[in-house]
């Protein structure tokens, strides 16, 4: 396993990061008991949890993850994991979470992180994320800017100013941002440098051979200013495994929760997923290798966030992560997206 720097932070991270989200609903706590020794085992030392999770959010299950990656860490040496966990942010209907929050505000991100302590049952959160930007902003399948959305949104000097207060404190460590734009993350950086606080380490979008979005302004930004991308969703829920092409009813999370689909319902979207899938078996690789091993060796990625619900599902995509692709692989999936360019933003 590589170990990498987070961003500009002191945070040393396995190139491979444990995503949670369907700990509590497709995983039994036993089985995502399972998935963490497996990882750790394998050399990850890094989990992303969020507080809403796992997905879909439910009153039923709100907070399950974290209380089950926390009655992990319960019989581990705190520092072998750095915990990375999220803010669930204004702007979606939650009501069971804190009330429904209405903004990014100083209380609000307080109750947050105390709640996550609590469920985690540790002292601190060494990355402390908001799961998305309290403001109108396209995401999840998004894909314009429309103004007639717009809103108010906490302003984002006090949105740092709050979450700096918690890293003096020493509730969390480092934070970071997650489905952020290039004006969202430049605005909280030069907040944090004009106001003397702590600086954003990374940001945690969707990125994948479906979606590169990140590589049009992002990657400068981060490049520039010390950022490191966690990518999510590299495997487009399940669509690079090209399992959905021979049978669309294939279980997974697409057809187990369809509300999900939104982001994938996009024209050139089965298309692309066929070329590619389609190169990666000209090159004896699996769609699914091809897809994790292309993501895993970006250079501005610092952990890749992958999720399974099987044992198998997880060592699989653990491999395909260590693998690396060679320039004239690269080269033709570039010539790919070309033709493919960004079917699922």
């Given at each position: 396993m590589e170990y990498r720097k987070l961003g500009a932070s002191d945070l040393l991270v396995s190139s491979v990061c444990l995503g949670t989200m369907t700990f509590g609903q497709q995983n039994s706590e036993a089985e995502a008991h399972a998935q963490l020794d497996a990882a750790f085992a394998h050399g990850v030392n890094f989990i992303d949890t969020a507080e809403m999770y796992p997905v879909p959010p439910r009153a039923e299950t709100s907070g399950a993850t974290e209380s089950i990656v926390g009655s992990w860490l319960k019989g581990r040496a705190r520092d072998t994991a750095i915990v990375a966990t999220k803010l669930t942010s204004a702007g979606r209907k939650l009501d069971w979470i804190r009330g429904g929050p209405e903004s990014?505000?100083?209380?609000?991100?307080?109750?947050?992180?105390?709640?996550?302590?609590?469920?985690?049952?540790?002292d601190y959160i060494d990355l402390y994320q908001?799961?998305?930007?309290?403001?109108?902003?396209?995401?999840?399948?998004?894909?314009?800017?429309?103004?007639?959305?717009?809103?108010?949104?906490?302003?984002?000097?006090?949105?740092?100013?709050?979450?700096?207060?918690?890293?003096?404190?020493?509730?969390?460590?480092?934070?970071?941002?997650?489905?952020?734009?290039?004006?969202?993350?430049?605005?909280?950086?030069?907040?944090a440098d004009e106001l003397g606080l702590p600086r954003v380490v990374s940001v945690q979008n969707a990125y994948s051979l479906l979606n590169r979005v990140f590589e049009q302004a992002l990657a400068e930004v981060c490049f520039r200013e010390k950022v490191s991308l966690l990518p999510y969703s590299v495997l487009a829920f399940g669509h690079l495994t090209a399992k959905y092409l021979e049978d669309p009813s294939?279980?997974?999370?697409?057809?187990?929760?369809?509300?999900?689909?939104?982001?994938?319902?996009?024209?050139?979207?089965?298309?692309?997923?066929?070329?590619?899938?389609?190169?990666?078996?000209?090159?004896?690789?699996?769609?699914?290798?091809?897809?994790?091993?292309?993501?895993?060796?970006?250079?501005?990625?610092?952990?890749?966030?992958?999720?399974?619900?099987?044992?198998?599902?997880?060592?699989?995509?653990?491999?395909?992560?260590?693998?690396?692709?060679?320039?004239?692989?690269?080269?033709?999936?570039?010539?790919?997206?070309?033709?493919?360019?960004?079917?699922?933003?």
């Open positions: 990014n505000g100083r209380e609000t991100i307080r109750a947050a992180v105390e709640g996550s302590l609590r469920r985690l049952g540790t908001i799961h998305w930007p309290d403001r109108n902003q396209p995401m999840f399948g998004g894909w314009r800017f429309d103004e007639t959305n717009e809103r108010a949104f906490t302003p984002i000097r006090e949105q740092m100013a709050a979450m700096a207060e918690l890293v003096t404190e020493g509730k969390i460590r480092y934070v970071g941002l997650s489905n952020e734009n290039p004006w969202g993350l430049m605005t909280f950086l030069r907040a294939a279980t997974g999370r697409i057809t187990l929760f369809p509300a999900f689909g939104q982001r994938y319902e996009k024209p050139n979207v089965r298309p692309a997923v066929e070329a590619y899938a389609a190169l990666a078996r000209r090159h004896d690789l699996t769609p699914s290798e091809l897809a994790l091993a292309f993501v895993a060796g970006r250079p501005f990625v610092g952990s890749t966030i992958i999720g399974a619900t099987t044992l198998t599902q997880l060592n699989a995509n653990l491999r395909a992560c260590e693998r690396s692709l060679d320039a004239g692989l690269l080269a033709e999936i570039d010539a790919l997206h070309l033709q493919f360019t960004n079917p699922a933003p």
